[in-house]
Each structure stands twice: as C-alpha cells, then as structure tokens.
C-alpha cells in the first residue's frame, strides 16, 4: 500500500520557471491537501480539496494553482517561480473532516 | 488569533525515561488536536489524535492530554527509546467550515542512549 507518492523527490528551477509538482494517493480518500514548510517552521497550508472537482485556497496560496480532476491526484502548480518559493512541499490525504491526514515524503524544491 | 506554539523547541532525555512535549493554542474553537512526528528527510507521521470532548487519551506508549480550560496540549512519551528522535509537532483545527490544520514550530526530541 503506497499511500501517498510525490514526484519529484528535489528539483532545483531557476526564477521565472514553471513546474508541476505530483502527489497521488491511493486510500480513496476525498480530502487532499497542499503544505510548503520552511527550514524549522511548522506547515503552512497553501490549498486543500474536498472531492475531485472542488479546491480551496488555504493559508499561503499566492503564487500556486492546484486542480482536482480524480480522486486520486491533486497536482500543485507554479507558474511563475520565486526564490520565496523555495522550501519543502508535502501533500497529504485523509478519509473525511476531522482525520488524522497521512503525508508523503515531500518535494524539495530550490529557486535559484 | 489562530496560533499554535510551543514552550520548548529542543528537548533531550535519556533512553528509558518519559517525554512530556508541550503545546499551546489560542484558539478556544478549535475542537481537533493532532500529534505528527517528523523524522529527518520524511513526511510528517501520525502520532495520535484528540477531540474537544475529551480531555486524554492513549495510544501505544503516548497519551495525549488536553486542557481546554489554559488551552494547552501535551504529548507524554513512555520509555523513550532511541527511535522517538525526531520532531514533534501539534496542530489544531477551528470548528465549521475551514480545512485549515494550523501546526505548530515543533520541538525536535532527542533521546540519549
């Protein structure tokens, strides 16, 4: 049981670049949810979804766009990247409200 | 407003003996805590959960505690054991509506053999 898989692993993108980060999950779970954590900080919400179809914007969602087209995949886009950008990425997934959400192994990600 | 924050952030015990992690928040219509540890280079781990009708409750070697009244949460760790190194963090969720799991800074465990 893979549980929830993120691609890529590092990624080092120059200012200006685009890229889409992956996270998959295999639990059948409705929500999913998108944290960036930056070097000793806690996760900081950037966007979440409820079901396939339906997004939300969390804390810090400037700069970044998510869709949700199945269940199983809720890709994070940057558009534009930033060196303010750089830091962690964990996506997460959990079965309802008010359940303990289950993370991958995050992207690492480096704005140069 | 939403915060969440902890008294400690380093802690070191040795192996065998009891961990107490600490954490405040400050808002009183939050009604789900939440415990993750986060090992170097890893995704935050569930650890143990706790609504706002309770005041404790234990899984295997972790009991969580929650006094609503000063608004604090605390993780107790039995035996520690070279393995619960890591960092802690508690995060919390408002009541109705918003998604938002609001985490803590967290406190990072070592344990001494």
Redo the contacts between chains.
């Keep these: 049981n893979a549980g ?1 898989t993120q691609t890529p692993k590092f990624r080092i993108l120059k200012i200006g670049q685009s890229m889409t980060l992956q996270c998959t999950q295999d639990m059948n779970h409705n ?1 999913m ?1 998108w944290y960036r954590q930056d070097p ?6 950037i966007y ?1 979804s ?1 079901g396939a179809g339906i997004t ?1 914007k ?2 810090v969602p400037n700069g970044y766009n998510v869709s949700r087209s199945t269940t199983e995949d809720f890709p994070l886009r940057l558009e534009l990247a930033a060196p303010s950008q750089t830091s962690v990425y ?1 996506c ?1 997934s959990s079965g309802f ?2 359940q ?7 992207t690492r990600l480096s704005i140069l | 407003g939403e915060s ?1 924050g902890l008294h400690l952030p380093t802690l070191s015990v040795q192996e065998g003996d009891n961990s107490i992690i600490n954490c405040a928040y400050s808002n009183s219509a939050s ?2 805590f ?1 415990w ?1 540890k986060q090992e170097s ?6 650890i143990i ?1 706790i ?1 706002s009708n309770m005041d404790k409750r234990q899984g295997q070697r972790v009991t969580v505690l929650l006094n609503k009244t000063v608004k604090h949460l605390s993780l107790q760790i039995a035996a520690t054991q070279p393995g619960d190194s890591a960092v802690y ?1 508690c ?1 919390e ?1 408002a009541q109705g509506g918003s ?3 609001v ?4 406190t990072k465990l070592t344990v001494n053999p």
Excluded at chain 1, 40 to 45: A, E, P, R, S, V
Aim: cysteine-free.
């Design positions: 929830v929500y949810y000793g900080m806690g996760l900081k919400l979440y409820v939300d969390g804390e964990f997460a409200s008010n303990p959400q289950h993370f991958g192994d995050g | 969440v009604d789900y939440i993750y280079g890893k995704g935050p781990q569930f959960d609504r963090f995060a969720k998604e938002k799991l985490f803590g800074k967290g």
